[in-house]
């Protein structure tokens, strides 16, 4: 497919001077003309570029489905500023309008007062929702569900089933699964709508039934939801309390954007940030100095071993000077193969590739690996030492350089089964933290086998 193809066939710029138009000869009934087909996100993009009293009176002229979609998208700045401008009607039609998962994740986010306003503004049924779902902790899956789902019973006809189907699937989040509970809502099964669909009207649901589904429980993390939704291949997944009783369902938009969030978060920890708690384009300057300045301090502190390691060994250097001139070399060598090792293990048990149980044969595997690498990359450095100072001093840096991979890439290995099982987030065995613990390792491994050829006389 060439780039022209793939291209999107969307103009923002056009989108923006017709609603422009339309607002400015207050042609209201237009903007649905002007919006038709557009995908919300694309018009979300369009929308932000308005001015502030273009933004309000545009909303006000989108259907009420629309503009609660394109709420949804979004930044929180943006929706805080825009709900700020709209009258107390309008903020009352967009929260109830907002699905039960948007409207939960908006309030979770919002300012306080903002969140008691339109919980004040909610209808008593959809603050009942609200309330329900933000009463289970943060990042759990019941902060993720949606009440909106279609049940129907075991003895039911399929014939009733689909009426039922028909009357209530119109406010569900998806359709194409059906959950089957008994008249304590407990769930005893989950069918596709095709099943329904295909079977003989006449026949009853239990029929189709084979008491076989997956479910997630209100408090499991959301992490488990996005694990269980790829894992099962499914496009939703009951959620349950602790009796059974169906609460509600995930859906994989859901899930998606769980996905973004906890990749990001792993990225900003794998730099040694402390994960932002909005968009870096919302972030101060302030907020983005606080997020990477624990880190840094720490860093710092603990490379204070490495000035350690050379100050203990002073009279190490200054008998072979040489030495000096592969000590980056060494190090960065170790960093490296350290973080290629720890970034391939914390992804392995983050999809569930690797469990903790199976860190013997891992560690086994990589000793072997590190090896393996430490061999090749210390004949090269040999050839270099031997260029450098003799033969003698290309040996030293050859055992140093398969020393010091072998240890980095067994601590990279390590230190994630580690943290997991201190049940500290994995991603925090980061680049920069890996890296520093191989430059203070290293030097010790490299001076200390200096040292000994030198007490043996061998160089110096």
């Known amino acids: 497919m060439s780039l022209e193809e793939s291209s ?40 932000i570029t308005l001015s502030k009293t273009e933004k309000v009176l545009a909303f006000h002229a989108l259907p009420r489905s629309l503009a609660a979609d394109l709420f949804s998208y979004l930044d929180l700045d943006e929706a805080n500023n825009l709900l700020a401008d709209l009258t107390d009607e309008h903020a009352r039609d967009l929260a109830a309008n907002l699905k039960p998962d948007d409207r939960t994740q908006l309030l979770e986010e919002l300012p306080g007062q903002v969140t008691q306003r339109l919980l004040n503004l909610l209808s008593p049924q959809d603050l009942r929702e609200a309330r329900q779902l933000l009463g289970y902790p943060e990042e759990s899956v019941g902060r993720l569900m949606t009440p909106d789902y279609v049940a129907v019973r075991a003895q039911w006809t399929i014939a009733r089933a689909i009426n039922h189907i028909r009357k209530k699937g119109r406010d569900s989040e998806i359709i194409s699964i059906v959950y089957v509970t008994d008249a304590q809502w407990q769930l005893i099964d989950a069918l596709e709508l095709r099943k329904l669909i295909l079977a003989d009207p006449e026949a009853t649901v239990a029929s189709l039934m084979d008491n076989s589904f997956v479910s997630l429980s209100a408090f499991d993390d959301r992490e488990e939801a996005v694990r269980a939704l790829s894992r099962y291949d499914v496009v939703a997944l009951p959620v349950v309390d602790s009796d059974g009783v169906l609460l509600g ?194 030097l010790l491994i490299y001076f200390g086998t200096a040292s000994f050829f030198i007490k043996m006389g061998l160089i110096g």
């Not at 017709?18 to 694309?42: F, M, Y």
């Not at 398969?402 to 601590?411: K, Y």
Request: charged fraction near 15%; proline fraction near 3%; glycine fraction near 8%.
């Open 8 to 47: 999107t066939p969307f103009d923002h710029d056009q989108i923006v001077a017709d609603l422009q138009a339309c607002i400015r000869d207050k042609r209201w009934s237009q903007v649905k003309d002007v919006v038709a087909g557009v995908p919300t996100a694309e018009l979300a993009d369009a929308f």
């Open 249 to 442: 369902i995930v859906t994989v938009d859901d899930v998606l954007d769980v996905a973004e969030e906890e990749a990001t978060e792993d990225f900003h920890k794998g730099a040694a940030v402390s994960p932002l708690d909005r968009s870096y384009r919302e972030s101060s300057i302030w907020a983005l100095f606080q997020k990477r300045i624990g880190w840094l301090l720490i860093l710092v502190v603990v490379n204070l071993l490495s000035s350690a390691v050379i100050s203990a060994y002073e009279e190490t250097l200054a008998t072979v000077i040489a030495l000096a001139f592969f000590i980056p070399l060494l190090i960065g060598s170790g960093g490296n193969t350290g973080a290629q090792s720890a970034t391939l293990m914390v992804r392995a048990i983050a999809t569930d590739d690797v469990r903790l149980s199976q860190w013997f044969s891992c560690v086994s595997k990589e000793i072997v690996v590190g090896l393996s690498l430490g061999a090749a990359m210390g004949l090269a450095s040999a050839v270099l030492g031997l260029f450098r100072g003799g033969w003698m001093l290309g040996v030293v840096v050859g055992l140093s350089m398969l020393g010091i991979v072998l240890v980095a890439n067994l601590v990279g290995t390590i230190l994630p089964f580690i943290l997991t099982r201190a049940r500290v987030d994995p991603a925090i065995a980061s680049s920069p933290l890996i890296t520093t613990i191989a430059d203070a390792s290293g």
